[in-house]
């Protein structure tokens, strides 16, 4: 009896001998790549410690204080137990700018943001309010819904600043969609983990495997593969998310956002130019203020590069001139979104279909400045 007892064991002692071998091989090929490979370098490395894995997001902002990349050198980002940016409490209703890394204040100090100019704003104007953001660096609309949905609707805002653009119109070799259901399946669960990996980085450099793009459609190459979210989703995702706001009784305004060539060059030809049709297109359908950024810099009749850090992230100077044009829309009260049939988007002619087959890879930070 013993001796088969002893048998029986022995398949089992084998496979945990085996494991335990595999693990720490494992650890050692991590701390060797630690050792010998360079790590993220520049806002990437920022990037990588201001954002965390979630697994039904994809990324969110981590809490704590963190340094991250300005014109001028390390700026501080402080990141509350929420998950947000924090701001200073403040008298007033509550009102969120939801939207991407434009939004949050990608580069700036906390003084220079969006939501901070609009609160001074409403402040000077005799109605003060706190006003936050909700904003994550890369987000979508199809993230942004999913965060309201998962809990930022608690906080029952009195309005919203909806600015969903960039990221959404973003060329990749995936779509959002995709993303997030992957998320859901054992292999996205897996690759999620491993994105944190210094070998597993290697190993994706070594085999020409690329990280999802920053949103930067504007560089060379980048107006070519999928759209992170497609127009029809682009639109309906929009729809749900003022359907949302309609339920809860929260009024809203909506932001086109602006780049460079949207303020120096306003007639040419953007990959950006069905997004804001839709946007603008949804914003008439729902009875909403639309408050176009671009047209507010363009008064101010300044350089470009007295107007946005890089290609499309704005300075301080340029967040107090839409925060002036978005002041009186809200300070008038932001209507609640009215009931009303889907937007039929236009065609995209920028819309170019994947970039070459892969298959999808979640990474720990999606699409970040």
């Known amino acids: ?110 003084a220079d943001t969006l939501h901070a100019q609009l609160g001074a704003a409403l402040a000077a104007r005799g109605q003060p309010a706190r006003v936050c953001t909700a904003a994550v660096p890369g987000y979508s609309a199809l993230q942004t819904l999913a965060a309201l949905e998962g809990g930022l609707w608690d906080r029952r805002p009195a309005a ?20 997030l259901a992957a998320l859901g399946q054992p292999e996205g669960q897996l690759s999620l983990l491993l994105s944190r990996s210094r070998a597993a980085l290697g190993l994706r450099r070594l085999l020409g495997r690329p990280d999802h793009r920053t949103v930067g459609w504007q560089l060379p190459g980048l107006t070519e593969g999928l759209r992170r979210v497609p127009l029809p989703a682009y639109a309906a995702a929009l729809r749900a998310l003022l359907d949302g706001a309609r339920a809860r009784g929260i009024g809203v305004v909506v932001l086109t956002l602006a780049n460079r060539e949207t303020v ?63 002041a009186p829309a809200l300070a008038a009260g932001a209507p609640v979104p009215a009931a009303f049939d889907p937007v039929a988007p236009p065609p995209d002619p920028w819309e170019r279909g994947p970039v070459e087959p892969r298959s999808l890879q979640v990474r720990a930070v999606e699409g970040a400045p």
């Open 1 to 110: 009896m013993a001796r088969r007892r002893a048998a029986a064991a022995d398949p089992l002692r084998r496979a945990l001998a085996g494991l335990l071998i595999a693990a720490l091989v494992l650890l050692l090929v991590e701390g060797a790549a630690r050792l010998l490979l360079p790590p993220p370098g520049g806002a990437k490395a920022a990037v990588a410690g201001l954002m965390a894995p979630d697994p039904r997001l994809g990324w969110r902002l981590r809490p704590g204080s963190w340094a991250s990349p300005g014109r001028d050198g390390p700026v501080t980002v402080e990141i509350g137990e929420d998950g947000l940016r924090a701001c200073p409490a403040a008298a007033g209703p509550l009102i969120l700018t939801l939207g991407d890394s434009s939004v949050f204040g990608h580069g700036l100090v906390e």
């Open 160 to 179: 919203l600043v909806l600015a969903q653009l960039w990221s959404d119109n973003n060329h990749d070799h995936f779509e959002d969609a995709a993303l």
């Open 264 to 326: 120096g060059a306003p007639e040419a030809p953007g990959p950006w130019d069905p997004y804001v049709q839709v946007q603008a297109a949804t914003a008439t359908a729902a009875g909403l203020p639309r408050i176009d950024a671009s047209a507010a810099l363009r008064a101010l009749n300044l350089p470009l590069d007295a107007l946005f850090l890089d290609q499309m992230h704005p300075t301080g100077r340029a967040n107090a001139a839409v925060a002036a044009a978005l």
